[in-house]
C-alpha cells in the first residue's frame, strides 16, 4: 500500500508540477497518520460495563462484574480507578494484608498494605481485596492484562480468554 502512495504521488508531483508538492506530501502525511491511528485503538467491545448516574449528587460510575476480577470507577470532583479481586480458599485467614498482581508479560503489581477480606462460603473461604490504582498503574493495565494475583497466600489464575476480556474492559472504563 505504501509503494502505491508513493507511485501516485510521484505521478501527482510530475503532473501538477513541483511547486504543489508541499500540499500532496500534506495529504500522504495525514492519511499515513489516519492509517496509524486506525491500527493503534481498535474498537472496544464494552459490553458488561455498567453506568450508573447518582440522582443526589451527580457522581458517576462505571464497573464490571466477574467471579474473579471486578473494575471500578468512580467520577466527582477526582476520577478513581479500583479493582475488586477474588480468590477462593480452604483455610481461614482474617487481617491479613498484601495483593500481587502478575501481568501477561511477567512483570508485577504489589500492594503489600491493601487488607484483605474474607468470608465464609457453601464450599470454603472467599477473599477480596480492592486495589486502588495510581495513575502509573493504570497506564500499565491499558497494555498488559492480568495474568493471576495473589490475595494474602492465595491464588487465582487467569484464564487466556478473561485475560483479553478483562483487558478490554479495563481500556473501555479507563477511557470514558
Partial sequence: MK?????????????????????????????????????????????GVNFKVDKFTGDTTYSTYSHEVCIYKHSNKVTSISLMLKAKGSTV????????????????????????????????????????????????????????FRLYIYDREISLENQKKYLELFNCIANK
Fill in 3 to 47: 509503494k502505491n502512495t508513493l507511485f501516485i504521488a510521484g505521478i501527482l508531483m510530475f503532473t501538477l508540477g513541483f511547486g504543489q508538492t508541499d500540499s500532496i506530501k500534506k495529504i500522504i502525511a495525514d492519511r499515513q497518520i489516519a492509517n496509524e491511528k486506525k491500527r493503534e485503538k481498535p474498537e472496544l467491545n464494552c459490553e
Fill in 93 to 148: 485467614n482474617v487481617n491479613e494484608h498484601g495483593v500481587i498482581i502478575l501481568l501477561s508479560d511477567g512483570s508485577k503489581l504489589n500492594y503489600s498494605m491493601t487488607k484483605i477480606g474474607v468470608e465464609a462460603s457453601e464450599d470454603g473461604f472467599d477473599y477480596t481485596a480492592i486495589v486502588h490504582l495510581k495513575s502509573e498503574d493504570i497506564e500499565i493495565l491499558k497494555t498488559k492484562s492480568i495474568a493471576a
